[in-house]
């Protein structure tokens, strides 16, 4: 995990390496790394367009699968601390959704999806994806049930300010 991102719930993932022969083939590598999930056992469904991780300087393409075999999932490295089975329905409540409203001298840099299940918090990049997911499932953006703004002097902060909104 990279350093700067500990903590975070985050979907598997990693670089391209040159034994990789895709996008879909590195993320099925990564997964299949970091959790218990057995290769056989999934098939790719959707490979989205390659996104910025805005602020940071690096590119993401998510690739969604399909798994077939549905015992639990458990930590597969030293990478993953836990893994959470959380279901699409209780993404797309508008009651466990929300919004960050970026703010630099009061004016709004950008807004970000947040998602609380439970005792579970997403937000961040991941938060974004599974926004694009339920957009492409055609659960269009809802009025979130909770917005919350955060005034960033230092981009850096950001990341300091999970635990601000998760618990809100």
Do not use: C, K
Not at 4 to 18: K, S, T, Y
Not at 69 to 97: C, F, H, K, M, W
Not at 102 to 112: D, I, K, M, P, W
Not at 151 to 164: D, G, K
């Amino acid at each position: 995990m990279v350093s700067h991102h500990r903590n975070e719930v985050a979907f598997p993932g990693g670089v391209i390496e040159p034994t990789d022969g895709s996008v879909v083939e590195a993320a099925l590598r990564e997964m299949v790394e970091e959790t218990s999930v057995a290769a056989a056992t999934v098939a790719p469904v959707v490979e989205f367009e390659e996104r910025s991780l805005f602020p940071a300087p690096f590119r993401s393409t998510p690739v969604v699968f399909y798994r077939t075999d549905q015992s639990a999932i458990t930590a597969g490295s030293a990478e993953t601390d836990d893994v959470y089975d959380i279901r699409i329905a209780d993404l797309a409540d508008p009651a466990n959704r929300g919004s960050i409203r970026v703010l630099a001298a009061n004016a709004e840099l950008y807004r970000l999806p947040y998602f609380t299940v439970g005792d579970v918090t997403v937000w961040g990049y991941t938060a974004v994806v599974l926004s694009a997911i339920l957009d492409a499932m055609g659960w269009s953006p809802v009025p979130p049930a909770t917005e919350v703004n955060i005034q960033v002097w230092n981009l850096r902060r950001l990341a300091r300010t999970a635990s601000e909104f998760s618990r809100v």
